[in-house]
């Protein structure tokens, strides 16, 4: 399984962004996808996870910091998972990566236990 991002650029504080992952393939019908960014100096931050089933979709987890601000969703058919992020501010400069688990759930992913890949990851800079 492969997982490409993309989406990132520069933008001005305020705005939004949208940013894209795309799944190259889905091992089992249920899949744990979150969406982590790390900037230089900071440790590592899970923003936010999603589980998707054939039936189902889990409503999102997200982390404090970008709540109420930051979205996570998927299309229909079920390998995109897009996180859109408003009212971007200059701490939410990072490089986002997305990153996705099959054994467990959000709690997993974001944890670092279940993971089977990541992304490259894509840079976000938010100007002030």
């Known amino acids: 399984v492969q997982l490409v991002e993309s989406g990132g650029g520069l933008v001005q504080a305020g705005k939004s962004l949208r940013l894209s992952c795309q799944i190259s393939?889905?091992?089992?019908?249920?899949?744990?996808l979150g969406w982590f960014r790390h900037s230089p100096g900071q440790e590592r931050e899970g923003v936010g996870c999603?589980?998707?089933?054939?039936?189902?979709?889990?409503?999102?987890h997200y982390a404090d910091s970008i709540r109420d601000r930051f979205t996570i969703s998927t299309d229909n058919t079920h390998k995109t998972v897009y996180l859109q992020m408003s009212s971007l501010r200059s701490e939410d400069t990072a490089v986002y990566y997305c990153?996705?688990?099959?054994?467990?759930?959000?709690?997993?992913?974001?944890?670092?236990?279940?993971?089977?890949?990541w992304g490259q990851g894509t840079q976000v800079t938010v100007s002030s």
């Open positions: 393939e889905l091992v089992s019908g249920y899949y744990a």
């Open positions: 990153a996705v688990g099959w054994d467990y759930g959000c709690n997993e992913v974001l944890g670092g236990i279940d993971i089977h890949a």
């Open positions: 999603i589980s998707v089933s054939p039936r189902k979709i889990g409503l999102p």
